[in-house]
């Protein structure tokens, strides 16, 4: 599937689980399962992020419900400019986190100091941003 085909309008407002949000719980993000170093990585490449409250089986389905405002958010917040296919919208740091190591503490329920450690120390960004530009590729996500 081309990703044009496949991109679908921004939302402007995060949803009320958007995993790039400071107000979502840990409890619900626990739900989800452990995928802070996805979120991460998904936010530096050409990867399509639909909402996943959009779409029918809550799994960020590309093609299904709008784009997710969170993810356009802290792309902005952390300076990533994607294709025109990825959904832009400004900055916000008051909503959304404002840094991996923010967003890594809080889905992980650590300290942003020791999320800072780890990334330096684990698996940088660019290890995570490769992770997923893998996984995207093989899933047809990514905008070439």
Known sequence: MEISKAATPQRSECCSQCPF???????????????????????????????????????ATVGEGRQCAGAAKFRANIGVDLRPEIGKLPADCDTVFSNEAELLAHHVGISVELAEQYIAVEISVDEMATNEFNAAIAKGRYAT
Request: glycine share 6%.
């Open 21 to 59: 949000a400071r107000a979502t719980s840990k409890e619900y993000l626990d739900t989800r399962g452990d995928n802070a170093e996805r979120f991460i990585g998904q936010a530096h490449i050409n990867a399509l992020l639909p909402c996943h409250m959009e779409s029918s089986d809550q799994n």
